[in-house]
């Protein structure tokens, strides 16, 4: 696979695909908390 530059790139399985959406979603900013604050809280 390449990208857009044409140079190499790697693939994601789809265990690494979900795993990648699950953690960015649950990291970002919502309307009540932000992602930074979720993290701290679980780092307990």
Not at 10 to 32: D, F, I, R, W
Request: no cysteine; glycine share 6%; charged share 20%.
């Amino acid at each position: 696979m390449t990208n857009y530059e044409g140079a190499k790139a790697y693939t994601m399985t789809p265990a690494e695909e979900l795993y990648s959406a699950v953690v960015t979603t649950g990291l970002s900013n919502t309307t009540y908390e932000k992602g930074n604050d979720r993290l701290a809280r679980s780092s307990l």
